[in-house]
C-alpha cells in the first residue's frame, strides 16, 4: 500500500524538515504582517519601534505578545450615545445642565459627551467599613434595579455578603446586573457565579461569552472601574474592590480607600456607563433600565469614563494635564501607582517649578513589587523640581484622588500609571464646588499627617542590584 509520503515522494525525515521549514516561514510571516499592523497604530515612536523590531527579530515570543498585549482598538455603541443625550435633554429640561464653564469642563464634555450638571447630594465615604455598610443597605432596600461592576470581587466575608443581598433581592423580584473583570477577578470560584444565576442574578465577565481568541485578545483591557447604580436614583463610585483586605484589623495590612455615595443628576451618567459596559460585555441592550434623576443637592459634578476606546487621547490623561495646567495654588494627589508617562510628568513638574504646591501621596510599601520599584524611578527628578512625594505609613494606600485649588477635585479608580492612561476602562467623579473641595482636601490633609516625606536618598542610598532592577520595571511600565 502507498503511504501519503511516498505518493509526494518524501522520506519521513524530509516531511518533518519541510513542516518545519512552514511553520518557521508562516511564523516569522505574521511578524513582517503584524509589524505593519503595529506601525500603523497609535503607539509611541518608542513603542512602534520596539514592536516592530520584536515581531520581526523575535516572532516565536513576540507575535503572541502582541496578539495580548496589541489587540484591536474597541468602539462605542451609537444606542448608548443616543440615550446619553436623551438623558442631557431631560436634564437641561430640569435646569440641572450646566454649560460648561471652566476650560476642564468645556474639555471633558467634548471628550466623553457627559455634560456638567449640578444638582446633586455627594457623601464621602472615607474607608471601607463605612463604604460597605453603606453599600449593603443601598442593596437590601432596593426596590427596581442593582447595577453592580467590580474589578475584584472575592470569595471571602465580604464577598459572601454582597452575594447573599444580591440573591435576596433577585428573589424578591429586583433585577440585578453584575460585571466583574476576568483578570481581576480570577480567583473567583465557578460555584459563586453559580448561586448568583440560580437566584436570578444577570453576572458576566467584562469580555463576556466570546470566542475564545477574541477573548484573550482583549484581555489586556481591563475594566478597573467599581460602580454601583441603585434604582437609578443612587449611585456609588471609587476605588474599593469587593474584599476583606479594605477592612480593619489588627490581622492583616490595612488598605486605606475611598468612595463617594451620589444623588441627583449624576446618577443618570452613571447608569449610562453602566449600560455602555453591560452592552459591551453581552451585545445586549437594556436601556430599559434607565430613568433619569432630578436634582437634590447643590453640587456640580461630571462623570469622566475613560479607557481604550478614547479617540483621539485618553481623557484621564487629558484631564490630569488640564488640572496641572490650570492649577494656580495646589495640585494634591493620591494614588497607590506613581508610574506617570513623560506628558504627565513634565505637567507636574511645570506646575511645581511655577510655585504650585503639588503634593503627591503614595504608599509606603507596594503591592506589585515591579510598579514599586519603577516608582522609585521618579524620586530625583520630581522632588529637584518641587514636587512633594510622601509615603502613607498605617497601611496600603489605595484611593485615587485629586484636589485642585480650592473648587476642584475627583475621585474614581484611575491611577497615575501608563496603564491606567492607555488600557484599562477607568472611572472618575470630578467636582468642581467649594464645599466638596474642602470635604475632600480634610480627608487628603488627615491621609498626609500619617506619612512622611520621601527624599532623594531613598534613590541614591538604594543598593545598585534595586536601582538597576527598578531602571528595569521602568522599561516595562507601559504593561504595569
Known amino acids: ?54 515581531l520581526i527579530l523575535l516572532p516565536w515570543i513576540t507575535v503572541p505578545l502582541y496578539l495580548v498585549l496589541g489587540a484591536a482598538r474597541i468602539r462605542r455603541h451609537t444606542s448608548i ?10 436634564l437641561c429640561q430640569h435646569g440641572a445642565w450646566d454649560a460648561p464653564t471652566s476650560q476642564i469642563s468645556r474639555t471633558l464634555t467634548h471628550c466623553t459627551g457627559y455634560s456638567p450638571c449640578s ?26 434595579s442593582i447595577l453592580l461592576e467590580f474589578f475584584i470581587i472575592r470569595n471571602d466575608r465580604v464577598g459572601i455578603r454582597l452575594r447573599k443581598a444580591l440573591e435576596d433581592r433577585a428573589r424578591a423580584g429586583v433585577q440585578v446586573y453584575v ?16 448561586h448568583l444565576r440560580r437566584a436570578g442574578v444577570r453576572i458576566t465577565s467584562f469580555n463576556g461569552k466570546r470566542f475564545w481568541l477574541s477573548s484573550i485578545l482583549r484581555l489586556n483591557y481591563r475594566n478597573h472601574r467599581k460602580l454601583v447604580v441603585i434604582d437609578s436614583r443612587e449611585a456609588y463610585l471609587g476605588s474599593l474592590n469587593i474584599g476583606l483586605e479594605y477592612t480593619r484589623s489588627a490581622r492583616r495590612t490595612y488598605w486605606r480607600d475611598t468612595f463617594v455615595r451620589l444623588r441627583g443628576p449624576v446618577v443618570s451618567q452613571c447608569l449610562v456607563s453602566f449600560l455602555d459596559d453591560w452592552q459591551r460585555a453581552t451585545g445586549e441592550n ?31 490623561r487629558l484631564t490630569l ?15 497607590p501607582y506613581f508610574v506617570p508617562d513623560e506628558a504627565v510628568q513634565s505637567a507636574l513638574c511645570g506646575a511645581a517649578l511655577r510655585g504650585v504646591d503639588v503634593r503627591v501621596l503614595i504608599p509606603r510599601r507596594g503591592d506589585s513589587i515591579a510598579a514599586h520599584l519603577a516608582m522609585l524611578t521618579y524620586i530625583p527628578g520630581m522632588i529637584a523640581c518641587g514636587v512633594h512625594l510622601l509615603a502613607y505609613e498605617p497601611g496600603f494606600l489605595h484611593e485615587k484622588v485629586c484636589v485642585k485649588d480650592a473648587d476642584s ?28 473641595t474642602a470635604g475632600v482636601a480634610a480627608m487628603l490633609e488627615q491621609d498626609m499627617a500619617e506619612a512622611s516625606p520621601i527624599t532623594p536618598d531613598r534613590w541614591h542610598k538604594a543598593a545598585l542590584i534595586t536601582r538597576l532592577m527598578a531602571n528595569c520595571c521602568r522599561l516595562l511600565s507601559p504593561a504595569l
Not at 324 to 332: D, F, I, M, N, P
Request: hydrophobic share 40%; aromatic share 6%; glycine share 8%.
Open 1 to 54: 500500500m502507498t503511504s501519503p509520503l511516498q505518493f509526494l515522494h518524501l522520506s519521513p525525515g524530509s516531511f518533518w524538515s519541510t513542516t518545519l521549514a512552514g511553520l518557521v516561514f508562516l511564523v516569522h510571516l505574521s511578524g513582517i504582517a503584524l509589524a505593519i499592523h503595529a506601525l500603523c497604530r497609535e503607539h509611541s515612536p518608542q513603542g512602534t519601534i520596539a514592536w516592530m523590531l520584536g
Open 81 to 90: 450615545r443616543l440615550l446619553r443625550e436623551s438623558i442631557q435633554n431631560f
Open 119 to 144: 444638582g446633586n447630594d455627594v457623601h464621602l465615604l472615607r474607608d471601607g467599613n463605612d463604604t460597605y455598610r453603606n453599600l449593603l443597605q443601598a442593596i437590601r432596600n432596593a426596590q427596581h
Open 179 to 194: 460585571i466583574y473583570d476576568e483578570v481581576g477577578s480570577h480567583k473567583l470560584p465557578a460555584g459563586y457565579l453559580r
Open 286 to 316: 437594556i436601556s430599559h433600565l434607565s430613568t433619569p434623576c432630578a436634582p437634590q443637592g447643590g453640587t456640580r459634578c461630571q462623570l469622566i469614563p475613560s479607557g481604550p476606546d478614547d479617540i483621539p487621547v485618553n481623557t484621564w
Open 321 to 335: 494635564l488640564e488640572l496641572a495646567a490650570t492649577a494656580k495654588e495646589r495640585l494634591w494627589l493620591a494614588s
Open 409 to 436: 477635585s475627583s475621585i474614581g479608580t484611575a491611577n497615575l500609571d501608563e496603564r491606567s492612561m492607555r488600557l484599562n476602562f477607568e472611572l472618575t467623579l470630578l467636582m468642581e464646588d467649594t464645599s466638596a
